[in-house]
């Protein structure tokens, strides 16, 4: 396999890192992938992992003037599993098949085009989940369809938001004030009998639940700093969650407010 120059292979594992991190994995893994691919091209690299930004230095193995430093920006997208998985699979693949790095550069395009999945697909599945955990924690039918038609009304919300590019703050206590009203607009014409379980479960789309594991994993794997970052993160999302549904309880005098 020929050795590709420190540039071009520093240009390709930028954008590497900016996909795998947007995708919404934890940060060892984007360094052991990042890593196994410098390695497999003759290559040294180093990573420090901020919240907002990456710092990455890579190095020739045989001769340690020729280097690269660079300051990256950390991007966030939407949670991709899948995505995820390529890349992490790419990243062998380069290793124990020795792809030149134009293969490499194919591969990683491929899967950036097709990261985006269908956007009424993900609502109508959300919008089911939500409302089979209402039915799970013991919520009636009209409050299932009323969890239903908020989650799909919020979500929706969300992504029109982040389009945008509304702050995530502002779109969570909006989406969270604007889901757990219609439901409680069921509540109000009293056609769903079990409030709390419905009201709690029109939010739960909104969870951080992954970046909260993330930072756990994060700190549990040494990278102390972006680990409680992201708990910082996650707890603020967490009170614009509960700034939301404080303002649904307060306009409508409901529950611990009453």
């Known amino acids: ?42 290559y040294e690299i180093n990573m420090n992992f901020f919240f907002h930004h990456t710092t990455l230095n890579i190095f020739d193995k045989d001769d340690n003037s020729i280097q690269r430093t660079y300051i990256i920006p950390n991007k966030y997208s939407h949670i991709n599993f899948k995505l995820i998985l390529e890349l992490s699979a790419l990243s062998w693949q ?41 039915k799970l924690f013991g919520g009636d039918l009209y409050g299932c369809l009323f969890v239903f038609l908020a989650t799909i009304v919020g979500f929706s919300l969300r992504i029109s938001l982040t389009k945008i590019k509304i702050d995530l703050r502002i779109q969570y206590i909006l989406c969270s004030f604007l889901s757990s009203s219609i439901v409680f607009l069921g509540v109000d014409l009293k056609l769903i009998q079990e409030a709390n379980i419905a009201l709690g479960s029109s939010i739960l789309y909104l969870i951080p639940g992954v970046y909260f594991i993330n930072s756990i994993i994060d700190i549990l794997k040494d990278h102390i700093l972006m680990g409680f970052s992201r708990i910082i993160s996650v707890a603020i999302l967490v009170c614009c969650i509960a700034i939301g549904i404080y303002t649904t309880l307060s306009i409508n005098d409901f529950g611990i407010l009453r």
């Open 1 to 42: 396999m020929e050795k590709p120059s420190i540039q071009n292979l520093t240009n390709f594992l930028i954008e590497y890192i900016s996909i795998f991190l947007s995708a919404g994995t934890y940060t060892a893994r984007v360094s052991k992938c990042v890593s196994r691919i410098a390695n497999a091209y003759g």
């Open 94 to 134: 380069i290793h124990d098949h020795q792809y030149n790095l134009e293969e490499a550069k194919l591969s990683l395009l491929k899967l950036n085009q097709h990261q985006n999945t269908s956007f009424l697909a993900n609502l109508f599945f959300v919008s089911i989940a939500n409302a089979a955990f209402c």
